[in-house]
């Protein structure tokens, strides 16, 4: 396969990380356009016979971030339209969709980052710690912390008993 | 340190995302099962995976942006001579060695470090098969009846996920497998027969510090064995079935290897 089928092939998985990431449409078209400049320019990087995903995502994630920290230095922007759209319906039948992106949003990146790559891509553990860069049991504290903030966010919001969504601790 | 609720945590995760062994999946179900307010919660990191998923659906027929498109183009191949995929050289070298006829391995003092140690995997795939094979009551320490936990238990011994490729099609039924020493370390051997009892045998070690290989044939003493290094595995297929048929077979266990 060529180098360029190949990563052609990735282009789904990408827009719709890109999608999660950022919660928008032209925003997550715009970070795979990068991504691929970026990666043409550091084709070097990318062992041929191996497939170019996780290589992708990695770079995909890393502009990002990166992307996040300069906005941070910016002056606040706030889209009114899209922040009463993320705020309104929560019970609503599209709200569940709406909900998750806003919690999604209020993720700390790195958590963010293996959530998706864990839940969304079907990265295994190893994988997505090879796409972060860190090890597995940093991956398997940044799931389970992503994911326990998740779903103290996602039960507050909605129609849930505080008591369903209290921490892990609970147990045992 | 991992506090005890920490752990919690970590097992039920990896029970949903599919991370243990089938033994700590068992276990922690066991736990599941007596636990109601476990098993809520474990439901709601499965929903949570679903959520994801039905959120950011996978859309494989959106068009390209005419930039993304441009920026495809711009995509630097390989030079000629090496942008031979290595599927597409695997199939070359394939056809070489079966149109030369160029069957056995190249012996004599030329060896280099590297190529003794692809003829020691070589020498321990064809020891294992000859021992094992002739084996009437006990060709395989697990039968293919327990083809689950077979395959996990190898995979966790060698620390790397393998597979038993189907080879239904080509009329060969899995019989088991078996842990095997490779030295001081494990291995891990896949045993096949057809209807007829003819046997062939799959062995896979972890190899890092080979580099990858195309597809080899050796031939000793009536055995045929294709082996091929794909890092972090080595693989070598022996039988006595016959070059034509042995290479059908290597090909497919490729295939399906490959698509993992």
């Known amino acids: 396969m060529r180098r360029r089928d190949a990563i052609a092939a990735e282009i789904p998985r990408l827009r719709r990380y890109a999608r999660a990431l950022t919660g928008d449409e032209s925003e997550a078209e715009d970070l795979v356009q990068d991504c691929l400049e970026r990666a043409i320019s550091r084709i070097a990087q990318w062992r041929d016979d191996e497939s170019p995903r996780k290589w ?16 941070a230095r910016r002056p606040l922007h706030v889209d009114l339209d899209k922040a009463e759209h993320v705020a309104a319906a929560p019970g609503s039948d599209s709200g569940s969709g709406r909900d998750l992106e806003a919690a999604l949003r209020s993720l700390p990146g790195e958590q963010l980052q293996v959530v998706l790559l864990v839940g969304l891509e079907g990265l295994s553990y190893a994988e997505a710690a090879d796409v972060a860069g860190v090890p597995v049991g940093t ?19 909605g129609d849930r008993q505080g008591g369903r969504t209290s921490p892990l601790r609970r147990i045992k | 340190m991992t506090t005890p609720e920490a752990r919690t945590a970590f097992e039920l995760n990896a029970l949903i995302d599919g991370e243990l062994t089938p033994d700590a999946a068992g276990e922690v179900e066991a736990w599941l099962a007596s636990d109601q307010a476990a098993r809520g919660l474990a439901g709601e990191l499965r929903d949570l995976n679903r ?16 930039q993304l ?36 391995l190249y012996v004599g003092s030329r060896f280099q470090p590297e190529q003794r140690r692809a003829l020691a995997l070589v020498a321990q ?46 009329g060969f039924k899995l019989v088991g497998g078996r842990l095997l020493p490779d030295g001081p370390r494990p291995a891990a051997l896949f045993m096949y027969e057809t209807s007829r ?64």
Do not use: C
């Not at chain 2, 959520?51 to 390209?64: M, S």
């Not at chain 2, 080979?210 to 080899?216: E, G, H, Y």
């Not at chain 2, 048929?245 to 993992?260: F, I």
């Open chain 1, 56 to 71: 992708l995502l990695a770079i995909l994630h890393n502009l990002h971030v990166d992307g996040v920290r300069r906005r």
């Open chain 1, 139 to 157: 991956v398997m504290s940044r799931l389970s912390r992503g994911r326990d903030r998740l779903r103290q966010l996602l039960g507050d919001g």
């Open chain 2, 51 to 66: 959520k994801l998923q039905d959120t950011f659906p996978l859309r494989t027929d959106e068009p390209l942006s005419p």
């Open chain 2, 125 to 170: 795939a064809v020891g294992a098969h000859s021992v094992y094979v002739p084996e009437v009551r006990h060709p395989v320490e697990v039968a293919a009846a327990e083809e689950r936990h077979l395959v996990a238990w190898l995979s966790k011994r060698l620390g790397e996920q393998i597979r038993a490729p189907d080879l239904v099609p080509l």
């Open chain 2, 69 to 104: 498109a441009a920026l495809l183009e711009r995509v630097p191949e390989p030079r000629t001579s090496t942008m031979v995929s290595r599927r597409t050289a695997l199939a070359a070298s394939l056809a070489l060695l079966l149109l030369s006829g160029l069957a056995g």
């Open chain 2, 197 to 260: 009892g003819q046997r062939l045998t799959l062995y896979v070690r972890r190899e890092t510090s080979l580099a990858n290989t195309a597809f080899q044939f050796s031939d000793t003493k009536g055995l045929q064995t294709f082996y091929w290094i794909d890092r972090p595995l080595a693989y070598a297929i022996v039988s006595n079935v016959g070059r034509a048929e042995l290479t059908r077979v290597a090909r497919s266990v490729y295939d399906q290897l490959e698509k993992r």
